[in-house]
């Protein structure tokens, strides 16, 4: 049986792997590293008392946060419209150590809107209606919870780093989400695309459950933009999850 303490318990954990991240450095072309589990704190703590009770019966996973989406809120895919209208979150936000001029960190000012968690939420909001029908069964956790920025301004995902800063992180990551996983018993894990299924598997070895896939809701996907939500929908149903 789950404990009565899983939000706090989820809390927990993401505090120990912001102290794990807190000692890694990033090289060139990395300029700027984002932590919103450091920054965004107050609406993270918000998302995981509110919806963080276990256990579920699926956890989606992602990959790193979007500079309009949980850059901004904390919340995993957190797109600024939908965590604050539909998950009812709107707290205090700071800003990261180094901010990049041309990714300010806004909060819930901020009137950019991320796509990809336009789509993941607005699919959960679209199938289930109220967020307590969704996370009576569904969670959404991130992989890595740090935004990696070039000079130009551009994403770089954790999966195009280097394999020497890759490791020390993955090891983090990896941790990280085996003890979410623990906590929250979940019987199907979904990866957001390719990347975080791959890691779930790796940081998953030897649990008892299903490991699977949807396609990841990005823009930069030609696929995601030919009707997303239909997409996610028939993968799900491979998965036997009734989304």
Not at 206 to 211: E, T, V, Y
Request: glycine fraction near 8%; charge should be positive.
């Amino acid at each position: 049986m789950p404990r009565a303490e899983t939000p706090r318990d989820l809390l927990a954990v993401a505090d120990a792997l912001v102290r794990a991240l807190s000692k890694l450095r990033f090289a060139a072309p990395v300029t700027n590293v984002y932590q919103p589990l450091r920054y965004a704190r107050a609406p993270f703590r918000e998302y995981t008392q509110r919806y963080g009770r276990g256990p579920k019966e699926v956890v989606l996973v992602g990959m790193n946060p979007g500079p309009f989406g949980m850059a901004q809120t904390g919340v995993p895919f957190g797109e600024v419209g939908l965590v604050r209208d539909w998950l009812a979150i709107d707290a205090p936000v700071g800003k990261p150590d180094r901010e990049h001029p041309k990714r300010p960190v806004e909060g819930f000012a901020c009137t950019r809107s991320e796509v990809s968690g336009r789509r993941l939420w607005g699919f959960a909001r679209d199938r289930f209606e109220k967020p307590e029908r969704f996370f009576a069964r569904f969670f959404v956790a991130n992989y890595c919870p740090l935004l990696f920025l070039e000079a130009s301004g551009r994403n770089r995902t954790p999966d195009k780093l280097p394999a020497v800063e890759r490791a020390p992180l993955e090891r983090a990551c990896d941790r990280a989400l085996r003890q979410t996983i623990l906590l929250l018993q979940p019987r199907v894990v979904v990866g957001v695309g390719h990347f975080a299924e791959a890691r779930a598997r790796h940081a998953l070895a030897g649990l008892d459950l299903q490991i699977g896939r949807i396609p990841h809701p990005s823009p930069a996907s030609p696929a995601a933009n030919r009707g997303w939500a239909k997409q996610a929908e028939h993968a799900f149903a491979q998965l036997g999850v009734d989304a």
